[in-house]
């Protein structure tokens, strides 16, 4: 079995005095890209935060590589390989694209390393390359959400955590964008994902988790829930 990279024991966390995650368990293995689906207000976004050190949990451990991460700031984990593309993808917007590139790559001081996976990025992101001196507000949605992927990925993460990546696109954009997201996985990139597409999420990863008023409700292979009458009706749009 694979190395697991992250796993969350018994999380709790308040959130603006409501106890918005009341005790999750989940695990993600080396190699592995995980979504977890569930409806509006279920506890996904908080649950990222937590991990990435943006709200502190009332109860629970989150362990990374077998390591207790509690407590650290998302400057720290980001040193140690763990970083998120934010929901609403915050760009800097008044750099251009090399300029937010070169700010994903802060952790780092090998210059000739970080202009080859700018090279690669750009391999990546065609659309980039092409507008890699325009500022990155003046871009689509889409566009800034190719960019902030790629930011992320330029400190060469262990585990990549994507927040609603395809929130406010069209549907052409939100197939580009899970294009690259399976390109990202094909090359060993470990991934969890929240996402509000749940069909497309479960196609493109290897397990599963519901999320649902802040517990784990179920988790499974994820061609396992594609085909569970219960996630068809819940999450999929389709009757029982």
């Known amino acids: 079995m694979a190395e697991t990279v992250l796993s969350i024991q018994g999380l709790k966390v308040a ?7 009341k005790g999750v368990d989940l695990e993600v293995r ?15 976004t ?15 451990d989150i362990t990374y590589f077998g390591r207790s991460i509690r407590g650290q700031g998302s400057f720290q984990l980001v040193g140690q390989g763990l970083a998120m593309v934010p929901e609403g993808r915050g760009v800097f917007a ?5 300029e937010n590139l ?19 990025m750009f391999e990546t992101f065609p659309r980039l390359k092409e507008r890699a001196q325009q500022l990155a507000g003046t871009m689509s949605g889409g566009e800034q959400q190719m960019l902030a992927m790629a930011r992320a990925l330029m400190s060469r993460p262990k585990l990549l955590l994507l927040d609603e990546p395809s929130m406010g696109l069209s549907p052409i954009m939100v197939e580009k964008i ?10 060993g990139t470990t991934l969890l994902l ?10 493109a990863a290897d397990r599963g988790y519901v999320m649902d008023s802040g517990l784990i409700t179920m988790s499974d292979d994820a061609k ?9 009706a819940a999450y999929l749009g389709e009757a029982a």
């Open 224 to 232: 396992t829930m594609l085909d569970d009458p219960r996630v068809r």
């Open 94 to 98: 008044r750099m251009t694209i090399v």
């Open 194 to 203: 929240v996402e509000q597409n749940a069909k497309l999420a479960l196609q």
């Open 102 to 120: 070169l700010m994903g790559a802060y952790v780092r001081d090998d210059k000739a390393g970080i202009q080859a996976d700018i090279d690669r």
């Open 15 to 21: 959130y603006g005095g409501i106890q918005a995650v």
């Open 46 to 60: 908080t649950t990222m935060k937590a991990i990435t050190g943006m709200l502190q949990p009332a109860a629970g």
């Open 178 to 187: 899970f294009e690259v997201i399976r390109t990202v996985h094909g090359q």
């Open 30 to 44: 080396a190699g592995e890209l995980i979504a977890l689906i569930g409806a509006n207000g279920a506890g996904k």
